[in-house]
């Protein structure tokens, strides 16, 4: 069984790391940029995002397409898209064009990625399933998501997590078990696609969200009730869209939420927290260096929301802050002015 790994940022690379150390099978990463894979080859570490962390000596790297691929070309072999989301439709294009030997192998492909497009408000497996079935390769795929409360950073050092793979596909889903579930990871298996990768993109907004309330330090109470409420949002989300609750209430949920709400190392945390500070959008991603995708998606959740008739004010409140010129004190205000609700 090989694995390859498209795509050399943080979390692809976290990822190979893993695989590497725990595994026989041979892993390559596949990385874009030239330059990047000769300081990973050799400095035996990712400097750009994963400083002072080594790769393990037995991780192929390479920015070779074909030689990467050449490596995933049977039905036991495991192909892991590693690239933001922004990434996935090209990526996922350029994987149904490539010739393989034997062309009636089933492929096997697990996505990281989390979020939702910004233009066409599409899911990740939606973006694939789109392209498999103009391309007339919605048959040889057998195709999933890898997801739950995971910093690149911890999961590379080999620190513990636990993660839920889910797909229609149950050769998939042991197979990303076998390779994955290793000394510091555990994996388990759900089948509910839709809900896993919901919990993976609303989580990020509501994390914003909890920044902001940090930011401009109203509490701890602030904070649990944020997380509580916005949890609320995202499983009533997720219920409309015909995801089940139990997916909410797990690590792909509440798991996700908590730790990319509360953890110092969140991306979508550190805007919020700017936010508060005063600090305009533009100027805090230049100097953040890295996606987070809570603000590309945030209108995009909205607008699923409102589609599903579902009341969303913590998210929308973020979209005052972030896209129309709301001050975070203003929009904490008018919130917390809301008539009372039920439940």
């Known amino acids: 069984m090989n694995v390859t790994i498209l795509g050399g940022g943080a979390w692809g690379t976290a990822i190979a790391i893993h695989l590497a150390k725990y595994n026989d099978s041979k892993i390559c990463l596949w990385v874009r940029d030239t330059h990047n894979v000769q300081t990973m080859l050799e400095a035996r570490e990712n400097t750009q995002y994963l400083p002072g962390i080594k790769l393990p000596p037995n991780l192929e790297i390479t920015d070779n397409w074909?030689?990467?691929?050449?490596?995933?070309?049977t039905s036991k072999d495991l192909i892991v898209i590693a690239t933001p989301l922004a990434g996935l439709e090209e990526i996922t294009l350029k994987l149904t064009q490539r010739t393989l030997p034997l062309p009636d192998v089933v492929q096997h492909w697990i996505w990281l990625c989390k979020g939702i497009d910004a233009d066409s408000g599409m899911l990740p497996h939606e973006i694939v399933q789109k392209v498999l079935g103009e391309q007339g390769k919605l048959e040889s795929v057998h195709y999933g998501v890898l997801s739950g409360p995971s910093f690149a950073k911890e999961v590379a050092q080999g620190l513990p997590c636990a993660l839920t793979v889910a797909s229609q596909f149950n050769d998939l889903n042991e197979m990303t078990q076998v390779l994955f579930h290793q000394k510091s990871m555990r994996i388990y298996v759900s089948d509910d696609v839709t809900g896993v990768e919901l919990g993976g993109a609303i989580?990020?907004?509501?994390?914003?969200?909890?920044?902001?309330?940090?930011?401009?330090?109203?509490?701890?109470?602030?904070?649990?009730a944020l997380i509580t409420r916005g949890m609320n949002e995202m499983s009533r989300i997720g219920i409309a869209m015909g995801a089940k609750l139990e997916t909410f209430l797990g690590l792909a949920g509440l798991g996700d939420l908590i730790l990319t709400a509360t953890g110092d190392l969140s991306r979508n945390r550190k805007v919020g927290i700017e936010l508060a500070k005063g600090h305009s959008l533009d100027e805090i991603l230049q100097q953040l260096g890295h996606v987070a995708e809570g603000v590309r998606c945030a209108q995009a959740i909205e607008k699923l929301a409102q589609k599903h008739h579902v009341e969303t004010p913590i998210i929308r409140t973020v979209c005052d802050i972030l896209f129309r010129h709301v001050k975070p004190m203003d929009a904490v205000n008018a919130m917390m002015s809301r008539d009372p609700k039920a439940k």
């Open 66 to 73: 074909d030689l990467a691929l050449g490596q995933a070309s």
């Open 203 to 224: 989580k990020n907004v509501l994390a914003i969200a909890t920044g902001i309330a940090d930011g401009l330090h109203l509490g701890l109470n602030a904070r649990a």
